[in-house]
């Protein structure tokens, strides 16, 4: 089955205390992206990555990390998290930049503490 | 640069009554958009899109959007509400192979009630 896996789907945890939420494809796409929702302001996108080891900055990329070193993973690093990173976040991939149908993962609630 | 706008953050319709949710875009260059849906305790699922083919475009479950350009919108109807209709609604724009910014832009979202 075509999908998009985050792990793991809720956390709590410490201001401080690093910590990686994983994003892996099976579908082959070279895009992949990781956005927060927050109540009133929809998603926003944190970074995006338009194939292996090219990632860029979206919207709101202060205080998170990727990396993209195979083509299926995708993960999301938050070094120092602080409450205001409190948030529910979604990875999604799509073939390719641009007009193609983007693919959301189940999403991650975060809660920093 | 690229915005959306959906007006009405809640929505409450009667089962078996038209929904229409509203969308307002603007971009700098011919958009393309779309459509999630998103249900409780779950990801965005594409409702539909529009990439500059036919202005009228169906999606899943009943949906459909009409593009008007001289109104820049691009609001989500369904002629007969379902129970299983209740959830949040997300409008998004793309400006497509862009140069390197973002791919699609969000709504702050609509979240649909049906009443029985």
Known sequence: EAQVTQNPRYLITVTGKKL??????NMNHEYMSWYRQDPGLGLRQIYYS???EVTDKG?????YKVSRKEKRN?????ESPSPNQT???FCASSLRQGTYEQYFGPGTRLTVT | AQSVTQLGSHVSVSEGALVLLRCNYSSSVPPYLFWYVQYPNQGLQ??????????????INGFEAEFKKSETSFHLTKPSAHMSDA????CAVSEGFGTGANNLFFGTGTRLTVIP
């Open chain 1, 74 to 78: 995708f993960p999301l690093i938050l």
């Open chain 1, 87 to 89: 948030s529910l976040y």
């Open chain 1, 59 to 63: 919207d709101v990329p202060e205080g």
């Open chain 1, 50 to 52: 338009m194939n292996v």
């Open chain 2, 46 to 59: 594409l409702l539909l899109k529009y990439t500059s083919a036919a202005t009228l475009v169906k999606g």
């Open chain 2, 87 to 90: 959830a949040e609604y997300f």
């Open chain 1, 20 to 25: 990686t939420v994983t994003c892996s494809q």
